[in-house]
């Protein structure tokens, strides 16, 4: 796994901390609110967030230790209930 | 035995695992052995987990990739039993489908399953640290077995072992799940009993020095524990041309990393980028001992820091099995075949898989204010007590332990009652003690060392005994007023140093019973008090060098080796007796005004009197000195020689018993 020291996976939000001490967390809620911004299709607006919150992983524990291509994420929101996947890889 | 992996998670992150899913934490606070383990904690119906793999050639983590049996043993904790049955452990492909899986019920029992499903191997109960050694061939039998128990087992599925899972993998249990590992060896012909992974860190520069580029050029560059690394904040740094020298670094001693026991095998461990993705280098770890190296094949590791490992069955140096001695002229770190850019490595270590005592470690960090510690008691082994930054008004009664105590900044009005030490190579280290810190009754057995650094004025050391023995004990940069009371040092080969005894400084009762004794007291500043200093029998040294002025030394009895040099005016010596024996007197450059009171030498023949022998050249007993009741019981100085220096204030009675030898 790339320079994670621990991370915190639950269906309301991701909480991330990088070995070097470096965190990241993002909310449903605040999913939902990108989301929401998005256009296209479902399944455009659905990719455009993941995209987003990969982007924003790599740019809060840094390229050098959790870049976008180590990183797996997806989620669903149905009914007001979330679920949130977040893969990592050693490359 | 042919290792494939050694984790006890002490990378203090992830960087040796293959990948993970979910939740999951590596942390020092619920650990088996040395500062880390691994938590899986995902709340109900979601996956954590951290798979584990192989090291390739590379030194790339990568996937087992067998079918054929594999052993893997490791350590489980559970802080709650779930409350539902639930998966914990999966032996599996890249995408986490089991060849077998270890599930627990609510009530503990665990099973292995796979096509089919054991019988019940163990129930569990919290709060227990468990060994588990699974062996698993795909498509066949597969066993389990824990703590040594009976194994039970299952047909595993036909598919590939790429992975250990340690958590859960599966969204579908609706159970939260909380449990720990620790120390993990995965290998491919049998199980190595029980064991402990012990991290040996970088302490210095090996025999390749190249990578001389980066943050610095020691090996505090690359001995990150954050936990974890610190990334681009220190490394070294190989240029992208020209050096592919290498850089190897020493490792810490095996004692010093509580290796214990059989070493099974020796896992090299890096943290190495590439600067830029432009071209190919071939970068890899590499393990020096003796003069053989041994090498990763290496390759282009792209600009992410990644964990490399390199697997050691044996040493390097002869081929033949571990020994601690071994290990301790180890070193790891990294080379480049190939270079087309700049190369980082940020972190080097060495993983040890060692048998260990069974005795786990102890530490406790930032023991906050009102705490108190009672009864503690540690048995013998290897084991290791780190009491760090303990806060006033701790107090820690009855501390009793055998091996290594550490006690590192111990913050005022702390009290350590009674603490024992029993027999063995025992080292006890209480540094930067603060001031009205009490350390009473302090007892210390043979073979140890005792080291007192920095111990802060009004500080009180009351009745410190060090029975026989090797013994050592360092007293060092004694602050002003401070008292040590009844310092009782027995027979053995001890010696006292004590250094920079600042002023006021009043040391009590300090007594040196028979055997081969060295007390030095160095740079005694002005008006500190030195009471009935007796040093009674042959083999003993006292040596007391820079003597300010106005300091006094009440009562020193003393028959071996006296050495004073540069006695400063003012000083006042009362009551200086030295008895028969092989006595060497030096007293040197003591200046005017200088008093001697009562100054008493009852030695034979063997009596030298270095630059003090009165009436000769060497003489360094200046003008208005007063030498007052000079008494020599032997022939060894004529009243002749005594005329050119003493004077009116010389006790006539004295004089005369001199003159009757």
Not at chain 1, 40 to 58: E, L, P
Not at chain 2, 262 to 272: M, R
Not at chain 2, 315 to 324: E, I, L, Q, V, Y
Not at chain 2, 382 to 409: E, F, H, K, R
Request: net charge negative; glycine share 10%.
């Amino acid at each position: 796994v790339p320079n994670l020291r621990s991370a915190e996976v639950t269906n309301q939000s991701i909480s991330l901390v990088a070995s070097d001490g470096r965190t990241f967390s993002v909310t449903k809620a605040e999913i939902q609110a990108f989301l929401a911004t998005q256009g296209g299709n479902a399944a455009a607006r659905k990719a455009a967030t993941i995209t987003w919150v990969k982007a924003n992983i790599q740019t809060a524990l840094g390229a050098e230790q959790c870049p976008v291509g180590l990183t797996t994420f997806d989620f669903s929101v149905t009914d007001n209930a979330a679920a949130m996947l977040l893969e990592m890889l050693s490359g | 035995m042919a290792t494939i992996l050694i984790t006890g998670f002490e990378a203090g992150d992830a960087t040796e695992a293959v990948g993970s899913t979910g939740t999951f934490s590596v942390q020092g606070t619920t650990k088996r052995t040395g500062q880390y383990a691994l938590q899986c904690n995902p709340a109900s119906s979601t996956a954590g987990n951290l798979s584990l793999g192989a090291w390739a050639a590379t030194g790339a983590t990568a996937n087992i990739a067998r079918t054929l049996e594999t052993f893997y043993t490791f350590y489980v904790r559970f802080a709650a039993i779930p409350s539902g049955t639930t998966e914990f452990v999966v032996c599996g492909t890249a995408s986490a489908s089991p060849v077998a899986r270890c599930r627990i019920t609510s009530g503990g029992a665990v099973t292995l399953a796979g096509a089919t499903t054991s019988a019940t191997v163990a129930t569990l109960v919290s709060g227990t640290w468990y060994r588990f050694d699974m062996r698993v061939t795909s498509n066949s039998t597969c066993g389990l077995a824990i703590d040594g128990g009976t194994e039970q087992t299952c047909t595993g599925n036909n598919l590939n072992q790429d992975r250990l899972y340690l958590g859960r993998t599966v969204t579908s249990e609706a159970f939260a799940l909380d449990v720990c590992f620790d120390d993990v060896l995965i290998n491919t012909t049998g199980f190595p009993g029980a064991g402990e992974v012990r991290r040996l860190d970088p302490d210095g520069n090996g025999n390749y020095t190249g990578w001389a580029s980066g943050t610095g050029v020691t090996f505090a560059e690359v001995d990150d524990d954050v936990p974890g690394h610190d990334s681009d904040t220190t490394y070294v740094k190989a240029l992208d041309t020209g050096d592919n020298t290498g850089r190897t670094f020493s490792l810490e001693s095996s004692a010093s990393a509580s290796v214990a026991g059989t070493i099974t095998a020796v896992s090299i461990y890096g943290v190495v980028r590439s600067e830029s993705i432009t071209g190919t280098s071939v970068v890899g770890l590499r393990a020096r001992n003796g003069s053989t190296d041994i090498d990763t094949s290496g390759q282009e590791w792209g600009t992410v820091y990644l964990g490399k490992g390199l697997i050691l069955d044996t040493d390097p140096n002869g081929g033949g099995a571990w020994t601690s001695g071994g290990l301790d002229t180890l070193e790891a770190g990294v080379f480049a075949g190939t270079l087309a850019q700049a190369q980082r490595c940020t972190k080097v270590a060495a993983m040890v898989w060692c048998a260990g005592t069974g005795v786990q470690d102890v530490s406790m960090n930032t023991i906050a204010s009102t705490t108190a510690l009672n009864n503690m008691t540690i048995t013998p082994g290897a084991v290791a007590v780190g009491m760090n930054t303990i806060s006033p008004a701790t107090v820690l009664n009855n501390l009793s332990v055998a091996y290594n105590v550490s006690m590192d900044t111990i913050a005022s009005a702390l009290q350590l009652h009674s603490m024992a030490v029993t027999p063995g190579s025992v080292a006890v280290g209480l540094n930067s003690i603060a001031a009205a810190t009490s350390v009473n009754d302090m007892a210390i057995a043979s073979v140890q060392s005792i080291v007192l650094d920095v111990i802060a004025s009004t500080t009180a050391l009351h009745e410190l005994t060090v029975s026989p023995g090797a013994v050592t004990i360092e007293l060092n940069a004694i602050a002003a007023t401070t008292s040590v009371n009844n310092l009782t040092v027995t027979p053995g080969t001890v010696a006292v140093v004590m250094e920079t005894i600042a002023s006021v400084a009043a040391l009590h009762e300090l007594t040196i019973t028979p055997g081969a004794v060295e007390i030095a007291l160095n740079y005694i500043d002005p008006v500190t008090a030195l009471y009935e200093l007796t040093i009674p029998l042959p083999a003993a040294s006292i040596g007391l060098e820079t003597i300010a002025a106005t300091t006094t030394l009440y009562e020193p009895t003393v028959l071996y080796v006296v050495d004073m040099g540069t006695v400063d005016p003012a000083t006042t010596l009362y009551d200086f007796e030295v008895t028969p024996g092989a006595v060497n007197i030096d007293l040197d450059t003591i200046l005017a005004d200088g008093t001697l009171y009562a100054f008493h030498i009852n030695a034979g023949p063997g009596v030298h009197f270095t630059d003090m022998v009165v009436g000769q050249p060497q003489v360094s007993i200046l003008n208005g000195q007063a030498l007052l009741s000079w008494l020599v019981m032997q022939p060894v100085l004529s009243a002749q020689s005594l005329h050119p220096v003493l004077d009116a204030d010389v006790d006539q009675a004295e004089l005369d018993v001199v003159n009757e030898h």
